[in-house]
């Protein structure tokens, strides 16, 4: 039996056709997000975990208030070289294994966009970011929603979901052409008594459109965002009790 390991994942995300980039309207709404839980802090460190190139964190910092420091991180040397040439501060680490590069509640937010849903111990991960985070330090994180409005038309008529992945090297039942290494999947009341259970507390819970959309449909997502449990990607705001 053949089993799929880090390091095949490792290859994956390497490979510099691999897409890293979030779309933007996902970005400025999440941006949105932080910049109100940032409002009454002039100088803050923020974390963004998983920055890809780093176009979500160039676009974020530009939108945030105050003297902030954005520093992002990634363990993809190629998503880092990127990166530099967008985000002032990048740094090579990750949030498994010997965890991130940073002191115990040293950070005043972290960025997890479009992470989760890739990695293999998620629990083992919002531990270390419980860790880096300052009591009442703020997690913003991101994620594709399971239960999105037209993946439970697809379920109905037998079809894969959009977002979810069967195979790391071709797309199988389902909507879409690209592989991008999505191992588990969130519906909003899943995440939310996810986080819940790392420790924090769910302060909000918002929905984005998705990028991905047919341009058609792309009114259709918009308007499902005032519904998150029916939203293409779910935006959540939480803070470390």
Not at 113 to 128: R, Y
Not at 153 to 168: D, I, N
Not at 206 to 220: D, E, K, N, Q, T
């Amino acid at each position: 039996m053949t089993t799929t390991t880090p390091q095949e994942l490792r290859d994956l995300y390497e490979n510099p056709a691999t897409p890293v980039a979030s779309g933007t309207p996902r970005t400025l709404r999440q941006t949105h997000l932080l910049a109100t839980a940032l409002k009454d802090t002039r100088t803050a460190t923020v974390l963004d975990i998983g920055c890809g190139d780093g176009t979500a964190a160039a676009t974020t910092a530009r939108h945030l208030p105050g003297r902030h420091r954005l520093i992002g991180l990634d363990w993809s040397q190629d998503a880092l070289r990127r990166a530099s040439h967008r985000v002032p501060h990048v740094v090579r680490g990750e949030l498994t294994g010997h965890g991130l590069p940073f002191a115990t509640a040293s950070a005043d937010a972290v960025l997890l966009s479009e992470v989760i849903e890739h990695l293999v111990d998620p629990d083992a991960a919002l531990d270390e970011i419980r860790r880096v985070l300052r009591p009442g330090g703020h997690l913003m994180l991101s994620t594709p929603n399971l239960a999105a409005w037209y993946n439970r038309a697809l379920l109905l008529v037998g079809v894969q979901p959009v977002f979810s992945e069967v195979s790391l090297r071709a797309i199988h039942g389902r909507p879409g052409t690209e592989v991008v290494g999505h191992l588990r999947l969130y519906t909003p009341r899943a995440l939310r008594e996810f986080v819940a259970a790392s420790g924090f507390d769910v302060v909000r819970l918002s929905g984005a459109p998705f990028h991905g959309v047919p341009r058609p449909l792309r009114p259709l997502d918009r308007l499902a965002c005032a519904a998150p449990s029916l939203a293409s990607i779910l935006l959540l705001h939480a803070r470390r009790t």
